[in-house]
Nanobody, 119 residues
């Protein structure tokens, strides 16, 4: 069982920045595929970014097109943490942001953290 706990959400003006954090449990975190999703009011949950294990010490990051160049996903395996640095935020980025971890064939989710971008 993997537990994920997000933090760092809040209210920010358009054009501002936020950094989301996700703390994960487990002793083999370095091999987890980690990601961020978001769900805006009245919409389905959508993929934002992921950082996937390729081989020891090597990861691959990818992003949905709408956040490329503005968001950066990173991880600190020594702390079992994954981050989402969000810059140049837009009002359409208002959503609940969820941390996702994939361990083997099992998906784990955090409880979500609210991000509100005011215009």
């Amino acid at each position: 069982q993997v537990q994920l706990v997000e933090s760092g959400g809040g209210l920010v003006q358009a054009g501002g920045s936020l950094r989301l954090s996700c703390a994960a449990s487990g002793r083999t975190f370095s091999s987890y595929n980690m990601g961020w999703y978001r769900q805006a009011p009245g919409k389905e949950r959508e993929f934002v970014a992921a950082i996937r294990w390729i081989r020891t010490g090597t990861y691959y990051a990818n992003y949905t097109d709408s956040v490329k160049g503005r968001f950066t996903i990173s991880r600190d395996n020594s702390k079992n943490m994954v981050y989402l640095q969000m810059s140049s935020l837009k009002p359409e980025g208002t959503a609940i942001y969820y941390c996702n971890g994939v361990v083997g064939a099992i998906n784990y989710w955090g409880q979500g953290t609210q991000v509100t971008v005011s215009s």
